[in-house]
């Protein structure tokens, strides 16, 4: 049974829910990982129970201006976005995940540096932004989720899937992506118009 890092809805409102993108990251992060605000929940309970939000990385890979993007496949973990086109590469927290400091920022940014390497290969190097937080509480699988947007500026275009779920990965344009936005998932289409605006 896998068990995921959740934070109570009651928190996220009391820092002050929204619905689209917050670039207001660190007062979020800082609150919600702090000791005793978070803990695991069983994925299919979490799933099911939008009193609590599951904090998601979301991890967007940008090269010379253009975007990583991919069509999730049918062994996806999450059935709701299959056949979605994505532009991030996004991942639970789990304990495997933890660190010294137990449930804080090494747990958090561990969970990253697994989930990218459990589904993609990074050819050349990285630097790394926090930029924003993504939350849309319009649908089924938002309204249990809150994303965290790290966006990657790699020195390479080799990038490739290391898994079946991640299919047709591409760059693309942002004139590309804002042209399909219709056939994005929501939480990437929340991102592709924050980002054609920075």
């Known amino acids: 049974m896998e068990h995921v890092l959740v934070i109570p809805r009651s928190l996220f409102d009391s820092l002050g829910s929204f619905q689209g993108f917050q670039p207001e990251v660190e007062r979020y992060l800082e609150a919600m990982l702090a000791p005793g605000a978070n803990f695991f929940m069983e994925r299919p309970a979490a799933e099911a129970d939008p009193t609590h939000k599951q904090l998601i990385p979301y991890s967007v890979f940008r090269h010379e201006g253009r975007l990583l993007s991919y069509t999730r496949g049918g062994s996806s973990g999450e059935k709701r976005l299959v056949a979605k086109r994505s532009i991030g590469i996004g991942g639970h927290i789990n304990p495997v995940d933890q660190g010294q400091d137990q449930m804080g920022r090494a747990m958090y940014f561990n969970s ?12 050349g190097t990285h630097t790394q932004t926090v930029i924003g937080l993504i939350n849309d509480d319009s649908s089924e699988v938002g309204s249990v989720h809150l994303g965290v947007v790290h966006v990657f500026e790699l020195s390479s275009d080799d990038v490739k899937s290391n898994e079946d779920a991640i299919q047709d990965l591409r760059f693309m344009t942002m004139e590309e992506l804002l042209a399909q936005k219709g056939s994005l998932e929501s939480w990437s289409q929340i991102c592709v118009d924050h980002l054609a605006k920075a």
Do not use: D, F, V
């Open 112 to 123: 990253i540096e697994r989930e990218i390497a459990e589904e993609l290969q990074l050819g």
